[in-house]
Nanobody
Framework: VQLQASGGGSVQPGGSLKLSCVAS????????MGWYRQAPGKQRELVAT???????NKAESVKGRFFISRDYAKNTLFLQMNNLKPEDTAVYYC?????????WGQGTLVTVSS
């Protein structure tokens, strides 16, 4: 499977962005999908994950602001990001577990600054 992320950009604090991650295969076949991010000089960290059973897991720093969802018909995973803060600046990667193997998209840059 291949993952193609998009939707990043530059936004002012308090703004919103919606990231998309299109899979090359039906996402019914993928056990878990999620978003991770890596800020400059920092390790990659979990943002939010969504299982096929509908369970979500989010980093404490994004609870109440970021929302993960998927569209099975479009084979797409989304991340709605609201009330963005400068500390959300990072490259965001989508991830999926395909037959027990992690697969990563290419990343999309989100910059939050005034």
């Amino acid at each position: 499977v291949q993952l193609q992320a998009s939707g990043g950009g530059s936004v002012q604090p308090g703004g919103s962005l919606k990231l998309s991650c299109v899979a090359s295969t039906t996402i019914f076949s993928l056990k878990d999908m999620g978003w991770y991010r890596q800020a400059p000089g920092k390790q990659r960290e979990l943002v939010a994950t969504l299982t096929n059973g509908g369970r979500t897991n989010k980093a404490e720093s994004v609870k109440g602001r970021f929302f993960i969802s998927r569209d099975y018909a479009k084979n797409t995973l989304f991340l709605q990001m609201n009330n963005l803060k400068p500390e959300d600046t990072a490259v965001y990667y989508c991830n999926a577990i395909d037959n027990g193997r992690p697969v990563w998209g290419q990343g999309t840059l989100v910059t939050v600054s005034s």
